[in-house]
């Protein structure tokens, strides 16, 4: 076996995760108070604030890298082949971002927007695969 080799493999990308879902209205203030002979009705209550938006998804892992195996018969006399080998795993996908705030509720005052909710939690990327010569792991570079 002799000449120029190339032997690559990768793993594949993890999917992007999506965005938190949004957080649910606030609650609408309570009612005002009867009035009677002496008082007026009393006003409605605030609006609550809308909830917290939901978290951002977890991004996909990234895919791992296969293992290359490579023989060959280096015959007398002949020079060995020039092997060139590359392995990369793949990257982990990107988190979701937090989703957006819910409404406030209704009342004498609108509750105010909820908060964003917080972005999901990072992922993983694959684990790189090993090149194998003639039965021996070799050294990536």
């Given amino acids: 076996m002799t000449g120029t080799y190339t032997f690559v493999t990768q793993g594949g990308n993890g999917g992007n995760a999506s965005q938190g879902g949004q957080g649910g209205p606030g609650q609408d203030g309570g009612e005002g108070g009867s009035g009677s002979s ?3 009705a009393g006003k409605q209550g605030k609006g609550g604030p809308g909830g917290t938006g939901g ?3 977890v991004g996909g892992s990234g895919g791992n890298a296969n293992d290359i195996y490579i023989t060959y018969q280096n015959d007398p006399g002949v020079p060995p082949p020039s092997i060139t080998a590359t392995v990369t795993a793949g990257s ?3 988190s979701g971002t937090g989703g957006p705030g819910g409404p406030g509720g209704k009342g004498i005052t609108t509750g105010g927007t909820g908060e964003t909710g917080p972005s999901g939690a990072p ?3 694959g684990a790189n695969g090993q090149v194998y010569v003639n039965g021996k792991a070799i050294a990536s570079s």
Wanted: aromatic share 0%.
């Fill in 92 to 94: 982990g996908g990107t």
């Fill in 38 to 40: 002496h008082c007026g």
């Fill in 55 to 57: 978290t951002g998804g």
């Fill in 123 to 125: 992922s993983t990327n």
